[in-house]
Nanobody, 119 residues
Framework: QVQLVESGGGLVQPGGSLRLSCAAS????????MGWYRQDPGKQRELVAQ???????NYADTVKGRFTISRDNVKNTVYLQMNSLKPEDTAVYYC?????????????WGQGTQVTVSS
């Protein structure tokens, strides 16, 4: 019903920056929470940042002050600006959309994009 396509991952040195993008397509939606999660091999997927259709944001303590989530409602795209990157930020980053269609809440995931922070 909704497809999410991520881009922007890659290899960056510690202290560097990357911007991830997540473009949504398919069924139109207006009431949602959209966010980024990340997962290292052998670890649980963890929340990085979220943004609601109203513009409210939520961040993991580990990224506060370094990462910024934003959205472009016209383009149906969410961005994650990552600054002052650390080796421990290395993970596969997944875009997530939690959306209300009528009375039904639906959850969608992107395919993931690798972020590697290393010198």
């Amino acid at each position: 019903q909704v497809q999410l396509v991520e881009s922007g991952g890659g290899l960056v040195q510690p202290g560097g920056s990357l911007r991830l993008s997540c473009a949504a397509s398919g069924r139109p939606f207006s009431i949602y929470v959209m966010g980024w999660y990340r997962q290292d091999p052998g670890k649980q997927r963890e929340l990085v940042a979220q943004i609601t259709n109203g513009g409210s944001t939520n961040y993991a303590d580990t990224v506060k002050g370094r990462f910024t989530i934003s959205r472009d409602n016209v383009k149906n795209t969410v961005y994650l600006q990552m600054n002052s990157l650390k080796p421990e930020d290395t993970a596969v980053y997944y875009c997530n959309l939690n959306v209300l269609f009528g009375a039904s809440r639906n959850n969608f995931w992107g395919q993931g994009t690798q972020v590697t922070v290393s010198s």
